[in-house]
């Protein structure tokens, strides 16, 4: 079956400093990955998506310069939160893409101190 | 850019009983409509989608959409404690674009 592991499943960093997170699709090969934040009041943002050979498109108030994404090949993605602060936390999400089914991990969740 | 909301926030139903959740959106254009759930701490994963007007029955979940009213319902038939859950609807335009979510609807089951 379709699995989606993303890593670490929680991280607390101190605010300004800069933390890595890890989406890996297990069983499929995902065309395109998604990045999204869970706040504590559950609503889901889009962050960006990612499709490889392609450029990655950020949603508003999302940039390159703050969350800058790899997605070297078809299986692994990876974003990084740069500079965080307290706005920052939250549960980021990977979404890959099988076909019209999109396959999500349990999240990074992001404390900021 | 697209928006999507959900009806109730929250809802509290008695086992056995029928759930009712919805969904809005904002852009007509949109192709591709799903129902995803998440039990706490867990991944979301996606229930029911359809893409054409009309509705789906799989078990005891049906999904009910109406392009032109910009709207897709989510029923859960004889609910279940297990039922209990963060549902979000999710919206895509066509070509493999990124879902949106809605604003999610908390449901409690209660025995």
């Known amino acids: 079956g379709a699995l989606v592991y993303q890593y670490p499943r929680r991280t607390i960093c101190k605010s300004g400093t800069s933390m890595r997170m890890e989406c890996q699709a297990v069983g499929f090969q995902a065309t395109s990955v998604a990045w999204y934040r869970q706040s504590p009041q559950k609503t889901f943002e889009l962050i960006a998506l990612?499709?490889?050979?392609?450029?990655?498109?950020?949603e508003q108030n999302f940039t390159q310069e703050k969350f800058p994404i790899s997605h070297p090949n078809l299986s692994f993605s990876s974003m990084t939160v740069l500079n965080a602060y307290l706005e920052d936390r939250g549960l980021y999400l990977c979404?890959?893409?099988?076909?019209?089914?999109?396959?999500f991990g349990k999240g990074t969740r992001l404390t900021v101190v | 850019q697209q928006k999507v909301q959900q009806s109730p926030e929250s809802l509290i139903v008695p086992e056995g009983a029928m759930t009712s959740l919805n969904c809005t959106f904002s852009d007509s254009a949109s192709q591709y409509f799903a129902w995803y759930r998440q039990h706490s701490g867990k991944a979301p994963k996606a229930l029911m989608s359809i893409f054409s007007n009309g509705e789906k029955e799989e078990g005891r979940f049906t999904i009910h959409l109406n392009k032109a009213s910009l709207h897709f319902s989510l029923h859960i038939r004889d609910s279940q404690p297990s039922d209990s859950a963060l549902y979000l609807c999710a919206v895509s335009m066509k070509g493999g674009r990124a879902l949106i979510f809605g604003t999610g609807t908390t449901v409690s089951v209660s025995p």
């Open positions: 990612s499709t490889v050979n392609s450029a990655i498109k950020y």
């Open positions: 979404g890959a893409r099988q076909g019209t089914e999109v396959f």
